[in-house]
Nanobody, 124 residues
């Protein structure tokens, strides 16, 4: 099983980026596909998640209203559309997949597979 995240880069504050995470090795339609980030000197933070079969989306408080996550029909790729980016969004973004239950959606514990991370840098 492999997760490949891409789409990161350097953007000015107020700009947008779209991250993608392609999963291979098995299908994940019944798994939650999530996004976490880690900024320098900070703890890993839950960003967003697409629930089983893409039925529902979940967001961390700091990104609500600005970020949108979605999945493709084959359920092998998850996206993170990031709008109105702020310098505090600067971090390495990781995608993750797992049989996560609803109450644990923002915890990294239930995510079994992780991508390598993609750097997002927002300049002021």
């Amino acid at each position: 099983v492999q997760l490949q995240a891409y789409g990161g880069g350097l953007v000015q504050a107020g700009g947008s980026l779209r991250l993608s995470c392609a999963a291979s090795g098995r299908t994940f339609s019944s798994y939650v596909m999530g996004w976490f980030r880690r900024a320098p000197g900070k703890e890993r933070e839950f960003v967003a998640a697409s629930g089983r079969n893409g039925a529902r989306a979940y967001y961390g408080d700091s990104v609500k209203g600005r970020f949108t996550t979605s999945r493709d029909n084959a359920k092998t790729t998850v996206y993170l559309q990031m709008n109105s980016l702020r310098p505090e969004d600067t971090a390495v973004y990781y995608c993750a997949v797992g049989p996560v239950i609803h109450s644990m959606i923002s915890s990294a514990t239930g995510y079994h597979y992780w991508g390598q991370g993609t750097q997002v840098t927002v300049s002021s």
